[in-house]
């Protein structure tokens, strides 16, 4: 399915963007892979979902409902602009399918309830959004959890991160 470009999409050079492109053709296939898959076992689309005409590699930002554990996007990490929607029974039910999941590169909880507040520090990600998404700062430093990541990351850990040390021993020259 084709779909038109959002106003709002382009460049991130352009101050008026809101959505880039994503990284090339092959990431792009995968979330609309993730999407097709969800859609062909009972999720609907409620935005976005269609490949849009033109250049580069762009994919609108796109909300499933419905979803469940044998989708692709419930199983697989995305990354991309997708976020899929599964209504549980309870906040202690939806802890149990965050920590259940074997990735944990990062977590978002929204509630206006303390406890729920405080018993997200326990879901085993990286990082864990309360009430927001994205928040933080360049002194943010995480590590993701299991099969999420590569190691530390963040703040100083960035810098170690694209570096590499070297050491150079020299004998004196005769």
């Known amino acids: 399915m084709e779909g038109s470009l959002p106003a709002n999409s382009g460049s991130g050079r352009d101050e008026g963007t809101v959505l880039g492109p994503l990284v090339d053709r092959r990431q792009r296939d995968i979330v609309d892979r993730h999407v097709t ?4 076992r009972g999720a609907t689309v409620r935005t976005g979902g269609t490949v849009p005409e033109g250049r580069g590699f762009f994919y609108p930002a796109t909300v499933l409902t419905g979803v469940d554990d044998s989708m692709l996007v419930m199983t697989e990490e995305t990354f991309g602009p997708l976020a899929p929607v599964e209504v549980v029974s309870s906040f202690e039910e939806g802890l149990e399918k965050a920590a259940g999941t074997r990735f944990g590169l990062a977590a978002s909880v929204y509630t206006n309830d303390p406890a729920h507040m405080a018993a997200a ?5 990286g990082v864990v959004w309360v009430n927001q998404w994205q928040g933080g700062g360049p002194e943010r430093l995480y590590e993701p959890a299991g099969d999420s990541g590569m190691g530390a990351t963040g703040s100083r850990a960035a810098y170690d991160a694209a570096t590499r040390p070297v050491s150079i021993h020299t004998a004196p020259s005769a």
């Open 121 to 125: 520090r326990d879901i085993p990600a």
């Open 37 to 40: 898959d969800a859609v062909e």
